[in-house]
């Protein structure tokens, strides 16, 4: 079992930054990848941007050059820096870390981009 925990949403103006944070706890060593997702009011949830165990990231178009997801030294956190926010990018945040074919998701973060 892997238990995970975001935090650092809010309400930010437009052009303006963001760091989600997402710490695994519980069976950590079998976690092969972390991802983050979002979901909008009356849309479909979509991933964002992901981390495998090598290292290897993976972003949506729609966040290419403003999203940066890392990892911690850890291991077992993984940060979401966003820049350049637009309206278009409030959703709830999710983080999901995928351990021995199982989807732990988090609770999510509320991330608000307006003026």
């Known amino acids: 079992q892997v238990q995970v925990v975001e935090s650092g949403g809010g309400l930010v103006q437009p052009g303006g930054s963001l760091r989600l944070s997402c710490a695994a706890s519980?069976?950590?060593?079998?976690?092969?990848?972390m991802s983050w997702h979002r979901q909008a009011p009356g849309k479909q949830r979509e991933l964002v941007a992901i981390?495998?165990?090598?290292?290897?990231?993976t972003y949506v178009d729609s966040v290419k050059g403003r999203f940066s997801i890392s990892r911690g030294d850890a291991n077992n956190t993984v940060y979401l820096q966003m820049n350049s926010l637009k309206p278009e990018d409030t959703a709830v945040y999710y983080c999901?870390?995928?351990?021995?074919?199982?989807?732990?998701w988090g609770q999510g973060t509320q991330v608000t981009v307006s003026a």
């Open positions: 999901k870390a995928v351990s021995s074919g199982y989807n732990f």
């Open positions: 981390i495998t165990r090598g290292g290897s990231k």
């Open positions: 519980g069976s950590i060593s079998s976690i092969n990848a």
